[in-house]
């Protein structure tokens, strides 16, 4: 999840039509872009748009200002909740309540790490190492390419050690070593006492975020018999490798000038790449990608190439690229480096044009997969052939019923030399989509809450929707015998009902869900002390705590004394659980749909009351009156099962 903070640099970095654009129409013309003012009585478009400055302008009542202001003004919506409206346009996760800029450690993880940055860069430039280079010069790097990404060198006298030791204030001093030591460039020395200096001999490549702030360090080795040839500083609080890509920070206006952008995996493409002039090439970090990296360049671009390296792993990497792209849409390249291993040696040995004339030709990632795919010669087997066909529509599912995956499909079938009809084969690939849908509202159903039932349940005839019917095949709740005093009262009589054991289910799975203003309506409806108390601590930690630290938190709470149902619930739900969260409009149809279930709950209570009472009435008067109430029961939970 992004920070205000973080959402509004992502804002910033978004061309400002795309961002005008889902709140007021605006078209093209010439560079620019060009809409009816909304501030003023306007007839004609005199308001002008322009991605490259980032700004509008009203020539007739002279509004003017960045894609925020457009939104705030034209919302009526203060600062912050307008980056969280753009923010939920584009789809950006936020939580509000993360401050990361604003706290302390990470204060003091930044000055911790550019002092290393320019302790490197510093060495580098000024004493000239000979190592350092000998490094550059048999790479073929230039100066303004060790300027542009700022590499240095990293002596072998501990220097950044010695920094930290000399800070006046003791307080600082320990507090900053200790940050060294989890950002991973100090560690503590065996002998005696004291730190040492990760990075030693070797070249220094630093790892800016795409605001150019250093977050971390790759750090080569140069000299001979040097292991490993790679050493990064660790992942850590202040360092998400797959939410960085490499040399964005100096890539993403040429991104949008050149709308195109060229993916690709090693620090070292990259540099070489932009002395080439491929300026709009960024790296991934390993082959790490995520989400978040892949909308921020398809804000800037639906032009992708991609040219990882053509061994498994760079395979894989771009494969998840190419799927998450193709869901929008996007059909990503692919760059062929071949006979070279990568960008870098490619460049260096063929030189700009050849790299721009297989730019030009390049097949997209689609074409090449689905080329593997078939094999040649093609099968004789139809069973082969068929088989083959089936890989094919896994690759192009990804674009559904899109006409690039009916034409490929189509294709495909000919090229295996298949006798159905093109109706066929589309049937084929249809029935292939929704098999898979199904398969997949399988994998992302709530957890089987295998869940205890009140005894009374059993003379239900009957529960009043489908999906409530397989929760009441769980076994009868069991008195936690280990259960502390403080949560056995009220339980020990009743057990949850299921809306409850729901409810909690879908906010362990859904932490998300708790920012919900339903929520609280929702709190009121729980009597079960012990789901309660235990909904009130999801609530306080999943606001304090970082998404990373989640899981533990959940299950270091399972290792406490408490229901086991309830134990059973959360950890099933737990399974579930992915950092990605959902969107508004689902979490409030999720809230409302557990309203529901509370109602249910409240009439299926009332029924077997109701029934109970019938068994009992001695007169027939009596028992019509009662089957007539139970009648009305029926009728009102016929109507929220409509719903
Ligand atoms: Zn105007």
Redesign the pocket.
């Known amino acids: 999840m992004a920070s205000i903070e973080e959402a509004k640099n992502i804002i910033k970095d978004t061309p400002i039509s795309s961002i005008i654009n889902f709140y007021h129409p605006i078209s093209k013309k010439g560079a620019d872009f060009k809409g009816v003012?909304p501030?003023?009585n306007?007839t004609k478009p005199?308001?002008s748009i322009s991605d490259s400055k980032g700004v509008y302008k009203?020539f007739?009542?002279?509004?003017a200002g960045d894609g925020i202001k457009f939104v705030q003004d034209l919302r009526n919506l203060d600062f912050i909740e307008a980056v969280k409206d753009i923010a939920g346009q584009l789809s950006i996760p936020i939580d509000e309540f993360k401050k990361k800029e604003k706290n302390p450690k990470f204060e003091m993880g930044f000055r911790v790490l550019n002092y290393a940055y320019k302790l490197y860069k510093k060495y580098g430039s000024d004493a000239k190492p000979k190592a350092f280079l000998d490094f550059l010069k048999n790479r073929n790097l230039n100066e303004e390419s060790v300027k542009a990404f700022g590499l240095g060198f990293a002596p072998n006298n501990n220097p950044l050690s010695t920094f930290l030791n000399s800070m006046s204030s003791g307080k600082d001093k320990e507090f900053a070593t200790k940050l060294a030591k989890e950002i991973g460039i100090i560690g503590d020395s065996n002998r005696g006492g004291g730190q040492y200096d990760f990075f030693r001999d070797r070249v220094v490549f630093p790892i800016h975020d795409h605001a150019g702030q250093v977050r971390g360090f790759q750090a080569r080795a140069v000299l001979d018999g040097q292991k490993p040839k790679y050493m990064n500083s660790r992942e850590s609080f202040i360092f998400d490798k797959g939410n960085i890509l490499y040399g964005f920070n100096i890539a993403k206006n040429n991104i949008r000038a050149k709308d195109a952008v060229i993916v690709v995996e090693g620090n070292m493409d990259v540099v070489v790449l932009h002395q080439f002039g491929f300026n709009n090439s960024v790296g991934t970090m390993g082959v790490a990608f995520s989400e978040n990296s892949c909308r921020l360049l398809s804000n800037l671009t639906k032009n992708f190439y991609l040219g990882m390296d053509s061994d498994a792993a760079g395979m894989k990497g771009m494969e998840r690229i190419n799927e998450m792209l193709l869901k929008q849409g996007i059909l990503p390249k692919y760059i062929d480096f071949s006979p070279s291993k990568d960008p870098d040696e490619f460049l260096n040995e063929f030189g700009r044009l050849d790299l721009v004339e297989r730019m030009d030709k390049a097949p997209t990632f689609l074409e090449v997969k689905i080329e593997s795919a078939i094999p040649s010669p093609i099968p004789q087997t139809t069973d082969k052939k068929l088989s083959a066909l089936q890989e094919v529509f896994k690759i192009v599912s990804p674009l559904e019923d899109n006409l690039v995956a009916k034409e490929k499909v189509i294709l495909a079938a000919q090229a295996l030399a298949l006798q159905s009809s093109k109706d066929d084969i589309l049937d084929a690939y249809k029935k292939f989509l929704s098999e898979m849908k199904e398969k997949k509202n399988r994998y992302k159903k709530p957890p089987q809450q295998k869940v205890a039932q009140p005894p009374a349940a059993q003379s239900f005839d009957g529960p009043p929707t489908e999906s409530y019917a397989e929760e009441y095949q769980g076994p009868p709740l069991e008195e936690d015998q280990h259960m502390p005093h403080d949560l056995h009262e009220a339980t020990s009589v009743n057990a949850p009902n299921k809306a409850e054991v729901m409810t909690l289910g879908t906010l362990v799975t859904n932490p998300e869900c708790l920012e919900s203003k339903q929520i609280a309506e929702i709190l009121d409806l729980i009597d079960h002390s012990e789901v309660k108390q235990l909904i009130n601590w999801l609530k306080n930690i999943y606001l304090e705590i970082d998404d990373a630290d989640y899981t533990n938190f959940i299950k270091s709470k399972l290792e406490e004394n408490f229901n086991k149902d309830l134990k059973n619930v959360m950890a099933s739900s737990l399974f579930n659980y992915n950092s990605l969260k959902l969107e508004k409009k689902v979490i409030e149809k999720m809230m409302t749909d557990l309203k529901v279930k509370f109602e249910i709950e409240v009439l299926m209570k009332e029924k077997a009351n109701l029934l109970r009472l019938q068994s009992e009435a001695i007169t027939e008067e009596a028992g019509l009156k009662v089957l007539a109430d139970i009648q009305k029961v029926n009728v009102k939970l016929n109507k929220i099962k409509k719903k």
Request: net charge negative; hydrophobic share 35%.
């Open positions: 003012c501030f003023h306007d005199s308001m009203c007739a009542c002279g509004a």
